[in-house]
């Protein structure tokens, strides 16, 4: 892989064999980038204020702290230019912050190529001016736990938006492209299946309705039953599929209870 010169990355792993890995692999690979390794926050802190490190790689749970933590400190700096990839061994909520920012994070046991592609690709991104507010996204997810209160950045080819998921009416396939309907009015077209924001946003108050639809479902304002259609605010309409009629009856008929 190619990578620019002048680059350098800190490693942050209180594990030392998987530091060892880490280090050796992106050696292998990036011989041009001068690497940084420390177990523990109070070293990296030391060597991000001497060397401002362009890549930082960090495990979330340190003796001495979290990793979140610091980082938090480090966003204060607005001169701050770096790339961020978080590696855990716990698939907890903090995994939802990370999709909704669109941040790159590493679930271990990773391979070694997932570390490769994830250090590529942050390099790639260096100079993508929206990163900050992605950053900025993560932390305000990751301190926000309450779903209501949560963000989703949405890159679409010539801008990127960040949009709190309560403003979000419904999300809808359109061919291999994802379509978003705010509160607003305004519609958002990303190149992402829903698939993908299904597993995102089911657990933030979202239904899948349709195999082509999901609604949020505190924005359902009535349901047709002759047509099989969903009524949200703003008068908008959307289908329910047959096996997935049962599903939204059981919902509606809740709010009865």
């Known amino acids: 892989m190619n990578n ?66 610091w980082l ?24 939802q912050a990370f999709r909704f920012s669109a941040m790159d994070f590493l679930l271990k046991p990773y391979l070694p190529q997932d570390l490769l592609e994830a250090t590529d690709k ?25 779903q209501k209160d949560k963000k989703i950045v949405l890159k679409t080819l010539e801008e ?29 077209l990303v190149s992402q299946s829903l698939k993908e924001f299904d597993s995102q946003l089911s657990p933030s108050g979202f239904m899948r309705v349709h195999q082509s639809h999901l609604v949020n479902l505190k924005h359902i304002t009535g349901y047709r039953k002759k047509t099989n259609m969903l009524l949200l605010e703003g008068e908008l309409q959307v289908p329910v599929s047959q096996n997935k009629k049962i599903k939204v009856m059981a919902y509606l008929n809740s709010l009865q209870a």
């Not at 010169?5 to 594990?15: N, T």
């Not at 942050?122 to 309450?146: G, M, V």
């Not at 990127?160 to 958002?188: C, H, M, W």
């Open 160 to 188: 990127i938006f960040i949009i709190p998921i309560a403003d979000i009416l419904s999300v809808e396939a359109d061919n291999s492209y994802t379509r978003f309907l705010l509160k607003s009015g305004q519609s958002i």
């Open 72 to 95: 938090m400190e480090l966003q204060k700096e607005k001169n701050s230019n770096f790339r961020v990839i978080f590696t855990t061994a716990f698939a907890d909520y903090a995994l």
């Open 122 to 146: 942050a390099l790639k991104s260096i100079n993508d001016q929206h990163y900050r507010q992605q950053l900025e996204t993560f932390i305000h997810n990751y301190t926000h736990q309450d």
């Open 4 to 69: 620019p010169p002048k680059i350098s990355c800190l490693l942050l792993e209180d594990d030392q064999q998987w530091l060892a890995v880490m280090e050796e692999t992106l050696k292998l690979n990036f011989p041009q980038m001068t690497i940084y390794s420390c177990t523990h926050i109070t070293a990296a802190n030391h060597i991000y204020l001497k060397h401002q490190p362009t890549i930082l790689i960090l495990d979330i749970n340190l003796p001495d702290g979290t990793s979140f933590e």
